[in-house]
């Protein structure tokens, strides 16, 4: 996993020369920057798969878990901790409520009372949660450095850039945005501008509809999987889905593809869930012939084409608290939200197609959530400037009213 992370960053910092909102990186900075994540990932993993227990540790944990309670206590209901559901599960006991990015945001927006809405999972679920919040609530996140890959994967400039290729090709008035939710504010923004929607792996479908009554394109930022399973899912044909590569001249397409093409997908993916393969599956299928496999619509679709069930992370808990017991449940998707199904459910057999952590949603623990309420409304505050916010929130207001 480490290989392909570092892979990953390799292209980000080396081949892409405008990889941050359009700035051009020195390649000194660039370099340096590689090295400080690069050094932070491996410090991530060592501690994940080294992690050793011993009982200073347990009660360092007991020491943070009572403050934080004593916080939540004071605060009361000005306080809203909302946790992903690949969050860890000390934390997870710890917050209001547990969701998917879609149930959190929904979350997010309905709650008028919460003056302090502590977000634990990564930036862009936050900055969702700011751009939805109103005037009076402030938004933080244990850890600002929690970010997520697949986010970064589709830059401002770059998507722009593409946007004005694809509009100058196909005509202004036939392509719709959708983004999905695991983008940063700017993409938000563009698609709000452009009356596109956000969209989330729960609701993907319902969104790809909305957009084709739109208008008779979409171009879909920044999962490739997501999107190309999506349209799958609704029969559009292999040869009318296309890839943008944006570091390709017209993302790799000719004109008459671009104009051919009824979905326009940008190359993005989850480094989590684009790890597990077919390989993986047929060995698993050997050893538990009965079991199911069930896997997240963010995995390649050689991948989902050999799953019993494919879903949102929504769609996996309910898959698990629906089987009946004894079963046996194969799961592809983030290992701390298998981890703990396993725990709760010890009446069935629950286990990962293979172990995929995501080390951005690790970053949050119990040190940081309680730096964060120690210092609640002061530090770690994601802001979203207000131009970016007004569009960004069309976007998103287009996806809850779906
Ligand atoms: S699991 Fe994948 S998409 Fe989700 S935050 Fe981690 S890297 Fe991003």
Redesign the pocket.
């Known amino acids: 996993m480490f290989e392909r992370e570092l892979t990953h960053l390799l292209r980000c910092y080396k081949i892409l020369p405008n990889y941050k909102s359009g700035l051009m990186y020195n390649s000194t900075l660039r370099f340096q920057n590689f090295l400080r994540l690069a050094y932070r990932q491996l410090f991530v993993q060592t501690r994940v798969f080294g992690q050793t227990l011993n009982m200073e540790n347990i009660m360092d944990n007991k020491d943070m878990i009572d403050k934080i309670i004593k916080i939540k206590q004071e605060l009361g209901n000005r306080l809203l901790i909302l946790t992903h559901h ?1 969050q860890r599960t000390e934390i997870i006991d710890l917050g209001d409520h547990k969701g998917d990015s879609f149930g959190l945001s929904q979350r997010a927006a309905m709650d008028e009372n919460a003056k302090y809405i502590v977000f634990c999972g ?1 930036h862009f679920m936050a900055e969702s949660a700011a751009i939805l919040a109103k005037d009076h609530q402030i938004v933080q996140i244990p850890d600002m450095d929690a970010g ?4 970064d994967m589709a830059d401002s400039y770059l998507v722009e850039t593409a946007w004005n290729e694809v509009t100058a090709i196909a005509g202004e008035n036939s392509v719709t945005p959708l983004v999905y939710m ?1 983008s940063d504010a700017f993409i938000k923004a563009h698609c709000g501008r452009n009356n596109g929607a956000v969209c989330t792996s729960s609701n993907a479908v319902k969104a790809f509809e909305w957009a084709f009554k739109q208008k008779e394109k979409i171009f879909f930022f920044p999962d490739e999987h997501l999107g190309r399973n999506t349209g799958n899912n609704l029969g559009i044909p292999a040869n009318e889905m296309i890839v943008w590569d944006p570091e390709k001249t017209l993302g790799g397409n000719t004109d008459q593809e671009i104009k051919k093409a009824k979905v326009i997908l940008w190359k993005g993916y ?4 684009t790890r597990f393969t077919t390989n993986d599956m047929e060995s698993m299928r050997k050893d538990f012939p009965n079991a199911k496999i069930v896997v997240h619509p ?1 995995c390649t679709q050689e991948v989902v084409k050999e799953s019993d069930a494919v879903g949102s992370t929504s769609f996996i808990v309910k898959y698990v608290a629906d089987s009946p017991k004894g079963a046996t449940i194969i799961i592809a998707t ?1 290992i701390n939200l298998i981890k703990r199904l396993a725990l709760e459910y010890p009446d069935k057999k629950i286990i990962p197609l293979k172990n995929s952590l ?1 080390p ?2 690790y970053k949050i623990n119990l040190k940081n959530l309680l730096n964060c309420l120690e210092n609640i409304g002061q530090t770690n505050i994601v802001g979203v400037d207000e131009t970016i916010k007004k569009d960004a929130f069309i976007a998103l207001e287009n996806m809850l009213n779906l």
């Open positions: 690949y990564v997520c890959w697949m986010a695991n989850c480094l989590v869930h963010e983030e995501c951005n949603m």
